[in-house]
């Protein structure tokens, strides 16, 4: 590590983001992000000018070959990301891109940070693809990818990130006690505000494929992200402590939650995915760590599901950490074959631990489940399982439409049709045409 980190905590100033709020009841917390003080120019406000398509007026172009890249596949390119990302960031004050041709990089872990010089977002143009280094000793924190203290930055570029996760896969075994150093996240964005990303693949992460955090206004689209369904904790996106989030029209297959919403995340507009294999799509889990944020204003929207775990899925730990998730959406949505369609667990992750029976804590309210089809092979397709010490308010179902398709793998001879609903501590309500019962 070393080019490109800066140790001295930049100088900050405090400035309020007014992003368009979809959800006014979210507004505080989406109105207190931090944003980096730019140097000299942040008045302009970056995200607010950047050009609808700014790569057509780049003046700079700079190659990753002309910085001693090989792209054999072999040798290690670390240093040529790096010294490019000086080059685009550090040294220009112009638009400028930095650009990976076509042919295939073997690199490290490399480290984007800012804050860069020009007032228009830097764009990382990725056409080639790039094989995360094997050698897990490479790895001395938890990214390969990491893109930190940016006010306006665009990856795209048709290419490819593999991280060869089946290196790491094997030191996990899926469940929460895995060594945050270990969990290595192929593309991480921290600190980054108006952060685009569009039209890339990543194949394997390590661990989770995206992870958003401390950022605002991130937007996505046109992603294809893919690993093994058997791949553990290979999460497509996880997005926590960000305000202002647009992922739309991609999909997803991976070993776990193809998108998930974390603590601290408010204003979330999730639409046009498509998941599966995989566990579904979450918010959470929550409740974790001391530290925690509420979530708030979050939307999944058009998205379609295929043989997933879960469909829409809502979890928090049993702890005594007492933050709130409200404001949620799940709207048309399709589920083929998913095994738990509607879920909200509070007691997630503590089912395995003996002693200490905790409360969870976490409060769940105006949670919406609108327009959601298709089928699922389980007899219990709601489950809402709250908690005494915080039940979930204000839960609304409204054509919720699901059909009992028999699995496969189970006998079809005498299967059995009959849906039941599971609920503890939910406050319910109806409206419109709910072909599955729900309990009262
Ligand atoms: C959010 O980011 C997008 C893409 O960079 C930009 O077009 C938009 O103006 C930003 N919105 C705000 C409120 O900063
Ligand atoms: C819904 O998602 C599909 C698949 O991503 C997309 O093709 C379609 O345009 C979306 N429709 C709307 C109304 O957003
Ligand atoms: C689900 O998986 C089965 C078996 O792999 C496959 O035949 C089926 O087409 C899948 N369904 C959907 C909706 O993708
Ligand atoms: C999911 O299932 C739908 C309906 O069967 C199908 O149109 C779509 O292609 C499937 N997507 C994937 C990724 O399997
Ligand atoms: C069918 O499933 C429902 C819901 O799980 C259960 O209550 C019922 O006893 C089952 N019936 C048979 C015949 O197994």
Redesign the pocket.
Known sequence: MGIGRETNATPRLIIL?V??LAFLSCAKQCNSKVLPRNQDHNQHGR??T?DANPTCNVDKVVDVMNFGAKADGKHDDVMAFMQAWQEVCKKSAQPAKLLVPEGTYMSSPVIFQGPCLSTQ?VIVEVKGTILANEDLSAYDEDFWFLFEKIN?VILTGGGTFDGRGASAWKYNDGGSNFPTMMAWQSIKMNDVD?G?VHDLCSVNSKFFHFHVTDSS?F?AYNLRITAPCDSPNTDGMHISSTC?VQVSNSVIATGDDCISVGPGVTNANIFGITCGPGHGISIGSLGKRDQEKDVCGVTFSNCTLNNTTNGVRIKTYASPIQIKASDITFQDITMNNVQNPIVIDQHYGSRKKKKGVRKPLVKISNVHYKNIRGTTPSNVPITLACSAAAPCDGIEFCDVDLDFVSDDLQSKKHPNTTFTACCTNAKTTFSGQNKVPICE
Do not use: D, Y
């Open positions: 983001l992003p368009v995200g607010l950047a977002p306006g108006n685009v206004n937007t202002g």
